[in-house]
């Protein structure tokens, strides 16, 4: 399986960017997928989170009322939907596949170590 994430940018403060995960080599249904972004020097965090099995979602608490996972299978593309973004939103955002696709504690369930096929990221830079 392979990931390239795209639809980073600049964006303003309030402002909406939609980014996008294409997946190649395997369908939506055999794997979960998840978004992480990491700001250089910090640990890479768990954004929001899909999985394969039964489309359930997960948004980490910085994610909560601004961003939204979703999926095309027809597509086999998973997107983030950004709202409402922040400077310290910005940050480069990496989607990647996870093998467990159901069954997720709400602990794991967005784990950067539960993740194991990474795409390159897409930097989102948030200023005025």
């Known amino acids: 399986v392979q990931l390239q994430a795209s639809g980073g940018g600049s964006a303003q403060p309030g402002g909406s960017l939609r980014l996008s995960c294409v997946v190649s080599?395997?369908?939506?249904?055999?794997?979960?997928i998840g978004w992480f972004r990491q700001v250089p020097g910090k640990e890479r965090e768990g954004v929001s989170c899909i999985s394969g099995g039964d489309g359930r979602t997960y948004h980490a608490n910085l994610a909560k009322g601004r961003f939204t996972i979703s999926s095309d299978r027809a597509k086999n593309t998973v997107y983030l939907q950004t709202n409402g973004l922040k400077p310290e939103d910005t940050a480069v955002y990496y989607c990647?596949?996870?093998?467990?696709?159901?069954?997720?504690?709400?602990?794991?369930?967005?784990?950067?170590?539960?993740?194991?096929?990474w795409g390159q990221g897409t930097l989102v830079t948030v200023s005025s």
């Open positions: 080599g395997a369908t939506l249904d055999t794997y979960s």
């Open positions: 990647a596949a996870g093998l467990k696709t159901t069954g997720w504690s709400t602990s794991a369930f967005c784990g950067v170590y539960e993740y194991d096929v």
